[in-house]
């Protein structure tokens, strides 16, 4: 059997490493980038860092003593898996900057031709391409006439220079509070435009010891008690996301409040700052100095609407003109992109864009009926944003695993999901996610055109549970 994995990574890093354990040596990664990291190598704003603690954003199998913080920087992380990828000579196994633009089945075998025209053809397809990597830019008028320097957050721009300069931020979500608390004591000034406030839990982030990587390096098996520990810590917060009316739900709630109404002195500025929607039903953002930057004498929060950009700066609906000499689109991306723009075709040629014509969908997240031996990992409607993405893809490859081993032994040649088993899982889901902190009345890029979470909305627990073994009424085979 031979293999195609379309992306390099964390998710692409973890499967040729568990193909190879397998035994499955004959397979290729394609990369659109130039290196190993997936966002961590996309992403290299100011501030840049990972909201899960170190020792639990590591591979289970790789446990890495040498974290310098709680909460480590995202150069760090990049050099985590470039790391474990080199100790695993997945280097020669990878084309990069070659981006797979079309793949199709063809006499159950998938066909697939990249951007610079090379072609390959594998029995099994793994979809490890990522969540949140096509940049989604704001829609507002003359950005194309600013005369300073214009960027996504994505795609910084590190020629240039921030010493003195004039800054503005179009956006509140996660980035755009890192960067704020990263530049602000460098930058002139700050302008930080705002549409909707975010809830903040407070963070520390202690840098780990000398005396503590001595410890982890000298006793490995503390790193693996350590991962254990922060899992089943990290699932009360899980947990209380998907239940609105959990103690836990409650709790966040109240340790966001008492962090904005103990961290901002000015009642006006504090109140800008309060969002009118509970705790967790947006992505929860923490973060150890937001409140104190965006305090300091040469921050600014705008909350008046933007109504263009022109050549000097920012008009807000007020008339005003906010002069700035870098802006910053911290938008977000789109999250229900997944392997597009490239072209997917499945049986008697149905293409990706019309089995998602309404919007995507899979079963389990890893599985798309009518796309046999084309497997996803963070596919649809999976536990993004609210669990460790390193765990859930292990747990999914586990799952996948064991679909490609009935494809070894022969008992098939080809395995997907069927649509009635997809159908009940949604139906299920969806219910389900009638009762998660994400519809409490807010608009986050977890909805789908429905109103409804596109995420996994039961407890860890049950993702674990499900990831054990493939259930066979699920599947066709043939």
């Known amino acids: 059997m031979n293999f195609a994995i379309i992306g390099a990574g964390m998710a692409g890093i973890l499967s040729a490493i568990k193909l190879t354990e397998a035994g499955l040596t004959d397979f290729t990664i394609y990369e659109k980038g130039e290196g190993f990291g997936g966002t961590w190598r996309e992403n290299t704003y100011p501030g840049l860092a990972c909201d899960v603690p170190s020792h639990l954003y590591s591979y289970s ?28 000579h997945l280097d020669e196994r990878v084309r990069f900057g070659d981006e797979v633009i079309r793949c199709e089945l063809v006499d159950g075998r998938w066909h697939l031709e990249t951007a610079s025209g090379h072609r390959d053809e594998v029995d099994v397809v793994i979809g490890a391409t990522g969540v949140l990597h096509h940049p989604r830019f704001p829609d507002i008028e003359g950005l194309d006439e600013f005369e300073g320097a214009a960027f ?67 006793h490995p098996e503390r790193l693996t008690e350590l991962h254990e520990s922060l899992s089943k810590a990290f699932g009360v ?47 929860l953002i923490i973060s150890p100095n937001f409140y104190e930057a965006i ?12 109504e263009c950009v022109v050549p000097e700066g920012v008009r807000t609906k007020d008339g005003r003109v906010h002069e700035l000499d870098v802006l910053v689109l911290a938008t977000g991306f789109y999250a229900d992109a997944f392997m597009r723009p490239m072209q997917l075709v499945g049986r008697d040629g149905q293409t990706l864009d ?31 944003g609210n669990f460790s993405l390193i765990e859930v893809a292990e747990l999914q490859f586990g799952y996948i695993m064991a679909l490609i081993e009935q494809l070894r032994s022969g008992e098939c040649r080809e395995v997907c999901a069927t649509k009635s088993a997809m159908d009940a899982f949604e139906a299920s889901r ?42 066979p009424e699920a599947f066709e085979y043939r």
């Open 354 to 384: 019309e089995a998602w014509s309404e919007r995507p969908n899979a079963y389990l997240s890893i599985s798309i009926p009518g796309f046999p031996n084309f497997f996803m990992l963070n596919g649809p409607n999976g536990p993004v």
């Open 152 to 218: 996504h957050s994505s795609r910084w721009d590190h020629d240039v220079p921030l010493d003195g300069a004039r800054v503005g931020i179009i956006g509140t979500g996660s980035t755009a509070v890192q960067i704020v608390g990263a530049v602000v004591d460098q930058v002139a000034h700050l302008s930080l435009f705002q549409r909707t406030p975010q809830w903040i839990l407070p963070q520390t982030n202690p840098a780990i010891t000398d005396d503590e990587k001595a410890e982890f390096r000298d």
């Open 430 to 471: 969806v219910e389900a996610a009638k009762k998660t902190v994400w519809v409490t009345g807010c608009r986050s890029w977890y909805l789908d055109d429905r109103g409804i979470p596109a995420v996994w909305p039961w407890p860890f627990d049950r993702f674990r549970a499900e990831m054990g073994a493939p259930r």
């Open 237 to 283: 917060f899980a947990n209380a996301v998907v239940d609105a009316e959990s103690p836990e739900a409650h709790w966040i709630g109240v340790m966001c409040t008492q962090n904005l109404e103990e961290s901002v002195s000015d009642p006006e500025l504090r109140e800008r700052l309060r969002p009118d929607y509970r705790a967790a039903c947006k992505r």
């Open 295 to 306: 305090q300091a004498p040469n921050a600014e929060l705008v909350t008046e609407a933007i």
């Open 61 to 88: 199998f790789a446990p890495n003593a040498e974290w310098s913080h709680q909460f480590s920087p995202g150069p760090e992380i990049k050099g985590y898996f470039e790391r474990v990828a080199h100790d695993h």
